[in-house]
C-alpha cells in the first residue's frame, strides 16, 4: 500500500508520501508543505479569499502530481476549520475535484480530534489518561481519551490565524489588545471544557506546537535533531509567551526555531497552548511533530487492514541496535541481568517503575558506538542514541537513555559531561542510577559468554551481596561486576560484594 496523506489546513496545507508494508514499519518517501493562508480574513468575510483558493488549488495540484510519480495506491486528503466554516467553503471543494481530481474529505472538529489523538497515541506510544491539543489555524481540538478510546473532544474556534487576524492590530501586540487575547481564550475554553482530572500525559500537536518546542530547544539543547517527543514544561512556556509578546515580526524572526511561515501567528499560539495547559492542569507538554496526516495515514491503513497492534518500543530499539550492527546477544544478556538488578534494587535506590523502560532500552542500546569504532565507544553510543528516532519514547526519554548507555563504561558521571548537561537534578540522579545497574551487569556479561543466568541481590545494613549463579567458570563475571560496582557504591555509599553462588 502506497499512501499519500494530505492535510488542508487553516494556515498551511501539508502532504506526506509513506509506503506501508504488510507486517512492516511505514516508510515515509516525500513530504511536501505550502503555506497557503486559507483561513486568512475568513473571520472577517466569512469566505475564503479567491487568491487563497488559488494558491491552495496550485500546490494541491502540485502534490497531487507528486503522488501519482511514485504511483500511489491511495489519495486520502482532509480539510479542516478554515474549509468547513466558510460559506464557499463546498464550492472550493468542488473546484478541486472537477479542476484536478482530488476528493476532499471536510471533517468536522470531532473528526479532526480523533486524528490527532490517533497519531499521538500510536507515534508516542501512550497509554492511560491522555489530552492532546491540536492547534490549528482555524480551530483548537481538544481531545480526552484512555488509551485509545476518545472520552471527549472540545472544538473551539482558537486556531492562530483567527486570533491573529483578530488581535494583531499593529507589531509588536498592543499591550490591551494582548490582554484581551488572553482574556478571550480564557473565557472561551471556560465555556467549554467540562471539569475533570488534570491528564496523566499531555500531548500538543500541530505547528504551533513544534515551532514553540523548536524554540525551547534551541536553549536548552541546541544540538536536538526532532522536535517529536521533546518534552517542556508550563514555565518554560510561559516565559517565552512573555518574551513572544513584546517582540516585533523581525524580532521574532531572528529566534532559534522560529518557522518563517508562523512568524505573525505564533504569538497567539503560545497564549493558546499556555492557557489550554492552565485550564487543564497540565505542567508539561510533549510535541507531536507528526500531527494530522498521521492520523490520516493511520486511520486509512485501520480502514483498509483492520486495527495495527499496539506500538512495541523495544522493538523500535532493537531495530536500531540491528541497524547499528551490534553485538544483539551480549545487549539481551546485559539488559536481562540490568532488568533483574533494577527489579531487586529499585525500592531502595528510589527509581521509579517507569524507569524500567529507560533502562531496558539503555541496556540494549548501551555498545552500537562500536559502529563508530572501538575508541570512546560508550561517548559514540550516547551520540547515537541522542540522534535516534525511537518510537514510544519522549526527546527527553532519549536524552536520559543515550546518557545512561554513555556510563556503562569509562568515567563516572560528572555535571560538567556533554551527556548531563542541560538534564535537571531529578534526570541526573535517575542516569547516574540506572548507569550504576548498568555498568554492574555489563561487567556481569565480560567474557560475553552468557555464563550468569541469574543475579540476586541482598541489602543489610549498608552491604550489598549480589550473588550470581550459571554455567561455570563465572570468576571473569564475578571480578568484573564487582570492579563495575562502583558507581553504584558511590551513589549509595553501599559496600559492594559479588559471589558465586554455592553448588550442591
Known amino acids: 500500500m502506497r499512501l499519500a496523506a ?52 496550485h500546490a494541491l495540484d502540485m502534490m497531487l502530481r507528486i503522488a501519482r510519480e511514485y504511483e500511489v495506491t491511495h489519495v486520502r486528503a482532509i480539510a479542516t476549520a478554515a474549509v468547513r466554516t466558510a460559506s464557499n467553503g463546498e464550492a472550493f471543494v468542488r473546484r478541486l475535484s472537477d479542476e484536478i ?3 476532499v474529505e471536510v471533517v468536522t472538529g470531532e473528526q479532526e480530534g480523533r486524528l490527532a489523538l490517533l497519531s ?38 482558537l486556531g492562530a490565524v483567527v486570533l491573529s487576524d483578530r488581535f494583531r492590530t499593529a507589531d509588536p501586540m498592543p499591550k490591551g489588545q494582548y490582554r484581551k487575547l488572553g482574556e478571550h481564550v480564557r473565557r472561551t475554553l471556560a465555556g ?27 536553549e536548552r539543547n541546541p544540538g536536538l535533531a526532532s522536535m517529536h517527543g521533546f518534552e517542556f ?27 518563517d511561515g508562523r512568524v505573525d501567528l505564533i504569538v497567539a499560539g503560545a497564549v493558546v497552548l499556555d492557557e489550554v495547559m492552565e485550564a487543564l492542569g497540565a505542567k508539561r507538554v510533549i510535541a507531536n511533530a507528526r500531527g494530522m496526516r498521521e492520523g490520516i495515514i493511520i486511520d486509512t491503513v485501520e480502514r483498509e487492514r483492520g486495527p495495527a497492534p499496539e506500538t512495541d518500543r523495544m522493538r523500535s530499539v532493537r531495530e536500531f541496535g540491528r541497524q547499528c550492527r551490534h553485538d544483539v546477544t551480549h545487549a539481551e544478556q546485559v539488559c536481562r541481568l540490568a532488568l533483574q538488578l533494577f527489579d531487586e534494587l529499585r525500592q531502595p535506590l528510589g527509581l521509579a517503575a ?46 536520559i537513555i543515550a546518557a545512561v548507555a554513555r556510563y556503562h563504561s569509562g568515567s563516572l558521571p560528572k555535571a560538567k559531561h556533554e551527556a548531563m548537561e542541560g538534564l535537571d537534578a531529578g534526570d541526573r540522579r535517575t542516569v547516574s542510577r540506572l548507569a550504576a545497574l548498568l555498568r554492574t551487569a555489563d561487567g556481569l556479561d565480560r567474557s560475553h559468554g552468557q555464563r550468569v543466568s541469574e543475579v540476586r541481590a541482598e541489602l543489610r545494613k549498608g552491604r550489598l551481596t549480589l550473588t550470581v549463579s550459571g554455567r561455570a567458570p563465572l570468576d571473569i563475571e564475578v571480578h568484573a561486576g564487582e570492579r563495575k560496582a562502583d558507581l553504584l557504591v558511590r551513589e549509595t555509599d553501599w559496600s559492594v560484594t559479588v559471589v558465586e553462588a554455592a553448588t550442591d
Open 6 to 57: 494530505i492535510d488542508i489546513g487553516s494556515n498551511s496545507i501539508r502532504a506526506t508520501i509513506v509506503e506501508v508494508p504488510v507486517g512492516g514499519p511505514r516508510v515515509v518517501l516525500d513530504e511536501e508543505r505550502a503555506f497557503a493562508r486559507l483561513g486568512a480574513g475568513l473571520v472577517e468575510t466569512g469566505r475564503l479569499s479567491e487568491a487563497a483558493i488559488d494558491q491552495s488549488v
Open 192 to 218: 467549554s471544557l467540562p471539569e475533570a482530572p488534570p491528564p496523566g500525559t499531555f500531548v500538543g500537536s500541530g505547528g504551533t506546537v513544534t515551532t514553540l518546542a523548536a524554540m525551547i530547544a534551541a
Open 233 to 259: 514544561g508550563r514555565v518554560e512556556l510561559s516565559a517565552l509567551r512573555a518574551r513572544l509578546a513584546s517582540t516585533t515580526a523581525r524580532e521574532r524572526a531572528a529566534i532559534k526555531g522560529m518557522s
Open 354 to 399: 517507569n524507569d524500567r523502560w529507560l533502562l531496558e532500552a539503555a541496556a540494549l542500546l548501551h555498545d552500537v558506538g562500536y559502529h563508530i569504532s572501538y575508541e570512546q565507544h560508550h561517548k559514540h553510543s550516547h551520540h547515537l542514541i541522542s540522534h535516534a528516532t525511537l518510537p514510544g519514547f519522549s526527546a527527553g526519554e532519549r536524552r
Open 101 to 103: 481530481g482530488l476528493d
Open 120 to 157: 499521538a497515541v500510536e507515534s508516542l506510544a501512550l497509554s492511560g489518561s491522555v489530552a492532546v491539543v491540536d492547534i490549528g489555524g482555524g480551530s483548537v481540538e481538544i481531545v480526552r481519551a484512555l488509551d485509545r478510546e476518545v472520552t471527549g473532544v472540545v472544538s473551539a474556534p
